[in-house]
């Protein structure tokens, strides 16, 4: 079964500064991966995911397949991030596997 | 917000007492997810359909059941042999499975 690890319950920086969050996954084979957000009072969404290759909102992922890691980065943090951030892969079937969630807390 | 619906929003019940959830969309995905959400453990799976008529167990299918007898419509029943009910329950759509997931505001279950 897919596993993912997201090692950070809590993230805190300030504003201005670069942001990375992690994520880890255990599928050896292609994964599609997934990051979700959900900010204050919001609904969970969809940020990104690998395949697109976008930057949404300031974020890039990278897939890394030798480390099985797929962080979460933006140069420069604003306020308006402050939320919680879901890795989600697939593996192991037409389903997605959450991670436990990392807090963004960018401060002042 | 529209497309995808749960209510009620806090449901609560006493312990022994089954309960169903509503999950209702208008976005004619084929493919609607039920996860349960519980503070540090993130976003579980409990059921999964990928067209009507057809559902699959997720990771932690033991104590609920489910029923897809329309497309728009994936109801979740938490049964008394759920050992832990009250949590945040969170139902989901996508196009396809398992695709970019959207998802409802969620029904908070509370069981004393």
């Known amino acids: 079964a897919q596993r993912v690890t997201q090692p950070e319950k809590l993230l805190s920086v300030f504003k201005g500064a670069p942001v990375e969050l992690k994520c880890n996954y255990s599928y050896s084979g292609s994964p599609e991966l997934f990051w979700y957000v959900q900010y204050s009072r919001q609904r969970l969404q969809l940020l990104l995911r690998?395949?697109s290759r976008e930057s949404i909102k300031g974020f890039t992922a990278d897939l890394n397949k030798g480390e099985t890691s797929f962080h979460l980065k933006k140069p420069f943090a604003q306020e308006e991030d402050s939320a919680m951030y879901y890795c989600?892969?697939?593996?192991?079937?037409?389903?997605?596997?959450f991670g436990t969630g990392t807090q963004l807390k960018v401060e002042l | 917000d529209g497309g995808i619906t749960q209510s009620p929003k806090y449901l609560f019940r006493k312990e022994g007492q089954n309960v169903t959830l509503s999950c209702e969309q208008n976005l004619n995905h084929d493919a609607m997810y039920w996860y349960r959400q519980d503070p540090g453990q993130g976003l579980r799976l409990i059921y999964y359909s990928q067209i009507v008529n057809d559902f699959q167990k997720g990771d932690i299918a033991e104590g609920y059941s489910v029923s897809r007898e329309k497309k728009e419509s994936f109801p979740l029943t938490v049964t008394s042999a759920q050992k832990n009910p009250t949590a945040f329950y969170l139902c989901?759509?996508?196009?396809?499975?398992?695709?970019?997931?959207?998802f409802g505001p969620g029904t908070r279950l509370t069981v004393t």
């Open positions: 690998h395949i």
């Open positions: 989600a892969p697939t593996g192991g079937g037409n389903k997605l596997t």
């Open positions: 989901a759509s996508s196009i396809s499975p398992p695709g970019e997931q959207y």
